[in-house]
């Protein structure tokens, strides 16, 4: 589980840099305090992604096994062109909707939810949990004894396989915490420089680190053989 987690936690913190729903945590911060906005991404986070990863290993096993990293591989490809692209805050996406008179962490997981709906987290988290880097973790289990013994730190044994529902909740947690740190980095950086992110470094940052891992997951397969 809990290398599911890293990989679910470290990837979709990366691809929240500069991300709309990263810009639309800071918009809401200046509406409500910090402490509701981020009660509210998680609860509007975990609600999404719990049920992209159900439906992402779902469709995983549907597709071959030979497949699978290409399909992975090329989604990231994806997402890195999308993210180099840039997202933009409409202000529809900033309104509280049907929640605000519920309160404000209400408020901001309906508005969070609806802004993550097909947003590019939500089909990250779903193409990891169909393949969370199986070859790349074949790899590092035939990289020598002091990767098998940091692997074995973490719970993974060379001979050791994900279970069904570690991989589930790793992906799902991972996701979910690697997000809200993410938005709760952009609102802490974002009062302290008036607003004012580094948008297109952020950008560039998190474009080519899943270029670089959608190449990784291509070619992993045959590096492992």
Partial sequence: M??????SFILIMVGE???KSQLLAL???????????????????????FVSTGFGMLAGGLIPEGVLPWVSGLLFLF???????GDTVEDEDTEPRRGARFGPVLAV???FFFAELGDKTQ??????AADPGGALLDILKGSGAAVQ???AAIGISSTGELSQGARFWG??????????????LAIGVGHLLGKRLPERLLTRISGFAFIGFGILTIVAPYLSR
């Fill in 149 to 151: 013994g940091s692997l």
């Fill in 79 to 85: 997402f890195g062109a999308w993210t180099l692209r």
């Fill in 27 to 49: 918009v809401l911060a200046t509406r409500y305090k910090a402490g509701h906005v981020l009660l509210g991404i998680f609860i509007a986070t975990f609600a999404v992604h």
């Fill in 123 to 128: 089909i990250m988290t779903i193409t990891i």
């Fill in 171 to 184: 992906v799902t947690l991972g996701s979910t915490f690697g997000m809200v740190l993410a938005d709760a």
């Fill in 17 to 19: 840099l500069a991300d």
């Fill in 109 to 111: 997981a309906v508005a």
């Fill in 2 to 7: 809990l290398y599911t987690f890293i990989v």
